[in-house]
């Protein structure tokens, strides 16, 4: 009797799959803790969805472009897709994101967050500045001196480069609270900050 009820009422209920281009340079598993876990709890609770996937577009240096989360909506309360939106601009999504919808990917820009990226110099320093400092430290550094100014999200190691990708409310103001250390840490001697959102 139940399965009959169960099958009856999935097949009768309507959903439609959207997909949230996050303009955001984190890698798979950042992108799950940032992103994907805590949306999916709030569609749960609010019976609105679920997350059903994700993807991360690479450069031709295989470094980070965008990340993707595929997400099923259910109809027909049109407040699930703001639900969705709303949530991702709680949780940091950057500006330049967007919602595809439909066949037509139909697009819904959203995102509050300003991104900042310093790329660090991974073959021009002195070998003692590689032999002595960390590149752990100033990801540590680096959230310490932001506090509620910004975050980072993600990172990526290139050849020549190691790149901290930042997000928080302002470029500027995340530029300078982390200018005196940038000025300071030999590690990041000749570093690049790079506005990416």
């Known amino acids: 009797m139940f399965g009959k009820l169960f099958a009856k009422t999935r097949k009768s209920a309507e959903s439609i799959t959207i997909l949230a281009r ?6 798979p598993m950042d992108r799950g803790e940032l992103y ?3 949306l999916e709890k709030v569609l749960k609770r609010h019976r609105a969805g679920s997350v059903t996937g994700g993807g991360t577009q690479l450069g031709p240096d295989n470094e980070i472009e965008f990340c993707d ?8 309360e049109a407040n699930h897709l703001e639900l969705v939106k709303q949530t991702l601009e709680e949780l940091g999504a950057p500006k330049g994101s967007k919602l595809l919808l439909g066949e037509d990917e139909e697009e819904v820009l959203f995102g ?3 991104g900042l990226a310093v790329y660090l110099n991974g073959t021009d320093l002195p070998d003692e500045v590689y032999s002595d400092c960390d590149a752990n430290f100033v990801y540590d550094e680096f959230n310490r001196l932001l506090d509620s100014e910004g975050k980072v999200h993600s990172y990526w190691q290139g050849s020549t480069e190691t790149a901290l ?9 995340m530029k300078e609270r982390l200018s005196g250390f940038l000025a300071s840490y030999p590690l990041c001697q000749s570093a690049r900050v790079v506005r990416i959102a």
């Open 36 to 38: 994907e876990d805590p």
């Open 69 to 76: 989360i595929e997400i099923e909506i259910y109809k027909p």
């Open 22 to 27: 996050l303009n955001d340079r984190a890698q």
């Open 165 to 173: 990708y930042v997000y928080g409310p302002s470029f500027d103001t």
């Open 112 to 114: 509050l967050n300003e």
